[in-house]
T-cell receptor
Framework: GAGVSQTPSNKVTEKGKYVELRCDPI?????LYWYRQSLGQGPEFLIY????????DSGLPNDRFFAVRPEGSVSTLKIQRTERGDSAVYLC?????????????FGPGTRLTVT | AQSVSQHNHHVILSEAASLELGCNYS??????LFWYVQYPGQHLQLLLK??????LVKGIKGFEAEFIKSKFSFNLRKPSVQWSDTAEYFC????????????FGAGTRLFVKA
């Protein structure tokens, strides 16, 4: 079956611009997670959704970052006024439920480069 | 705050050598523990997980990990590595209560020489 997909696979933008990154989870998965992975580091938690609501957004670095999941399926991570330090691979994962007993399935990521 | 430490950032082994990758976490409550692997050019995928019960868990491709609660450790082992095990390995922890965000370690890059 189809896995988690993310678009675009690569995004190059200029400092100060606005970007949107999209995640399509596995059909039927209620939980969706966003991570950011910088070079040489592990994935860093940003936010996760249970259904349409953000259950924990404590990992969002500042108010330039925002994520939505209006219908409980597709999610969009939005970054305003991008900075060079935002350059990273943004990973999305989904799972059939919330909690550590549920396996997270990861997408291929979106590589964001801010010039 | 929750954190995960992986002691080895880069490991180079010859085929048939034994592997042990260290992982320690800092959280006093009940946790679920994971090892994920990322092969070159592929997505992160689950290697094995521990929730409860037998502290020695077995995963795919001959990997196993042992949860030692007193040491807050969850080390990954494989008795005999293959060239195809060349990948990056990440240890991760999820709290069992009060929020389920997952914290990852920085990763260990393993290179197996043929």
């Amino acid at each position: 079956g189809a896995g988690v997909s993310q678009t675009p696979s690569n995004k190059v933008t200029e400092k100060g611009k606005y970007v949107e990154l999209r995640c399509d989870p596995i059909s039927g998965h209620t939980a969706l997670y966003w991570y950011r992975q910088s070079l040489g580091q592990g994935p860093e938690f940003l936010i996760y959704f249970q259904g349409t609501g953000a259950a924990d957004d404590s990992g969002l670095p500042n108010d330039r970052f925002f994520a939505v999941r209006p219908e409980g399926s597709v999610s969009t991570l939005k970054i305003q006024r991008t900075e060079r330090g935002d350059s990273a691979v943004y990973l999305c994962a989904s799972s059939a439920g919330v909690g550590g007993t549920y396996e997270q399935y990861f997408g291929p990521g979106t590589r964001l480069t801010v010039t | 705050a929750q954190s995960v430490s992986q002691h080895n950032h880069h490991v180079i082994l010859s085929e048939a050598a034994s592997l042990e990758l260290g992982c320690n976490y800092s959280y006093g409550g009940t946790v679920n523990l994971f090892w994920y692997v990322q092969y070159p050019g592929q997505h992160l995928q689950l290697l094995l997980k521990y929730f409860s019960g037998d502290p020695l868990v077995k995963g795919i491709k001959g990997f196993e990990a042992e949860f030692i609660k007193s040491k807050f450790s969850f080390n990954l082992r494989k008795p005999s590595v293959q060239w195809s095990d060349t990948a990056e390995y990440f240890c991760a922890v999820t709290r069992n209560t009060g929020g389920f965000k997952t914290i990852f370690g920085a990763g260990t890059r393993l290179f197996v020489k043929a």
